[in-house]
């Protein structure tokens, strides 16, 4: 199949062969899509790297969400390489493995702005970066879960969610005025990394 064929984009949050965002960039590969990859240090390069090049890609760049700077530049990287993107996968989130468990009432103050941060507002960031380089009809996808009930174990998430799908709403508000889709895909139950944690 070649869907998008001629297509590239941006995949970020592949952390390994489980995680979500490795199997949309699998379909993508499958039907013609030039991808790249971010990741987030030594660690996770390691990781991201192989299956990168296992599915034809050489563009994989370190990106520190937590740093405006650092979109700014991932941004700036991927325009001087192929000019412009047509989509975009966010599939990154974060929160201290130990405040997931008990009441969401012990959340700390730390973990809650670097878990919004992380798990929220990074998308906003990165579509207000990508729409630089997007062509007209792009899209922007992040991935979601479960926002609207009480999850246990899931706290502090629960709630970055919900504000990323009020994001989402917002932005797809915003950029659908520019011939760019926004959307959040909510995914059943995966044994991914962070399911493990």
Not at 91 to 99: K, L, M, N, P, Y
Not at 113 to 131: D, G, P, Q, V
Not at 170 to 193: F, H, M, Q, W
Request: net charge positive; with cysteine; hydrophobic share 40%.
């Amino acid at each position: 199949m070649s869907l998008m064929k001629g297509k590239k984009g941006l995949i970020m949050g592949v952390a390994n062969e489980r995680s979500i965002a490795w199997g949309i960039s699998k379909k993508l590969a499958e039907n013609g899509a030039e991808l790249a990859f971010t990741y987030l240090g030594d660690a996770l390069k390691k990781r991201v790297v192989p299956l990168a090049e296992s599915l034809n890609s050489n563009i994989t760049l370190n990106c520190d969400v937590e740093d405006k700077n650092e979109i700014v530049k991932l941004f700036e990287d991927i325009k001087s390489k192929w000019g412009q993107i047509d989509f975009v996968v966010h599939a990154i989130a974060f929160s201290d493995r130990s405040e997931l468990s008990g009441e969401y009432l012990n959340t700390t103050r730390e973990n809650f702005l670097k878990s919004m941060l992380i798990s929220c507002f990074s998308f906003t960031e990165i579509a207000k970066e990508a729409l630089k380089i997007m062509k007209e009809g792009g899209s922007m996808l992040t991935l979601t879960y479960e926002s609207t009930k009480v999850i246990p174990n899931y706290n502090v998430m629960g709630v970055c969610k919900s504000a990323l799908e009020a994001s989402v709403k917002y932005l797809a508000r915003d950029l659908g005025e520019k011939k760019i889709r926004v959307n959040a895909i909510s995914a059943g139950p995966i044994k991914t990394l962070a399911a493990s944690a």
